[in-house]
């Protein structure tokens, strides 16, 4: 059974690793020991370059809580909205562009913040949208899954709700049978994805994608169990 699995990565580097170990997604973010920043234009367009597999960007402007200002949201649609309109002509021709963009926003009370995200998937435009771990730290978690999906949002990046997958898996298949049920965002499973624990994850949870931020240990044969 082959497992769809992103990785993220910091640069094109990264990203060409990735891509050679059978990674099927980079998603590119800076500042990783800060749990992700938004990266430069720069290393968007080289790691667009770089690869062949898609590219999705973080977007989150500083390190801490996902309760952002109005200047710090007007900040980030800024970027989703410029990222957006990013283009290379790689070495072989192509012309890239980024795949979708990774945000979340949450309430000081710890629900999702639905008003700044309807801003932030305004400026992405027909970009895909997916909302990223600040799910695992909100209030009442099937209640924001529910926000979400009604927002339109693509994926939803998640440990279910716990600080690892492995520990949150009785809600990751309760969110993946909602998903499955009503079309709603693909359940990206994230938090101590390792080529060890994917297959009995993905028999616990009916999950068919993965997140890792590791590099080490990854190989083709890895991804794909029989």
Request: with cysteine.
């Given at each position: 059974?082959?497992?769809?699995?992103?990785?993220?990565?910091q640069?094109a580097?990264d990203?060409?690793?990735?891509?050679?170990a059978?990674?099927?997604?980079i998603?590119?973010c800076?500042?990783l020991?800060?749990d992700?920043?938004?990266?430069?234009?720069?290393?968007i367009?080289?790691?667009?370059?770089?690869?062949r597999?898609?590219?999705n960007?973080?977007?989150?402007?500083?390190?801490?809580?996902f309760?952002?200002?109005?200047?710090?949201v007007?900040?980030?649609?800024?970027?989703?909205?410029?990222?957006?309109?990013l283009t290379?002509v790689?070495p072989?021709?192509?012309?890239?562009?980024v795949?979708?963009?990774?945000?979340?926003a949450l309430?000081?009370?710890?629900?999702?913040d639905c008003e700044?995200?309807r801003?932030?998937?305004?400026?992405?435009?027909?970009?895909p949208?997916?909302?990223?771990?600040?799910?695992?730290?909100?209030?009442?978690?099937?209640q924001?899954?529910?926000?979400?999906?009604s927002?339109?949002?693509?994926?939803?990046l998640?440990?279910g709700h716990?600080l690892?997958?492995?520990?949150g898996?009785?809600?990751l298949?309760?969110?993946?049978?909602?998903?499955q049920?009503?079309a709603?965002?693909?359940?990206?499973v994230?938090g101590?994805?390792?080529?060890?624990?994917?297959?009995?994850?993905?028999?616990?949870?009916?999950?068919t994608?993965?997140h890792?931020?590791?590099l080490?240990?990854?190989e083709r044969?890895?991804?794909?169990?029989?």
């Open positions: 059974m082959f497992f769809f699995l992103e990785c993220c990565c640069n580097a990203a060409r690793r990735a891509e050679a059978g990674a099927s997604r998603e590119l800076e500042q020991p800060l992700g920043l938004t990266p430069t234009d720069e290393n367009l080289a790691t667009l370059a770089a690869v597999i898609p590219v960007v973080l977007v989150r402007c500083r390190a801490g809580s309760v952002y200002s109005r200047e710090e007007d900040a980030m649609a800024h970027d989703v909205e410029r990222i957006r309109q290379v790689a072989d021709g192509d012309v890239r562009r795949n979708a963009v990774v945000v979340g309430m000081p009370e710890g629900d999702v700044t995200m801003q932030f998937i305004g400026a992405a435009g027909a970009l949208v997916t909302f990223h771990r600040a799910f695992d730290v909100c209030r009442h978690p099937l924001a899954y529910d926000d979400i999906a927002l339109g949002i693509a994926r939803l998640t440990s716990a690892s997958a492995v520990e898996c009785e809600l298949a309760e969110l993946v049978a909602k998903s049920h009503a709603g965002p693909v359940i990206l994230g101590g994805i390792r080529p060890y624990n994917i297959a009995p994850l993905a028999a616990a949870t009916a999950a994608e993965f890792s931020s590791c080490e240990g990854w044969k890895m991804i794909t169990e029989e």
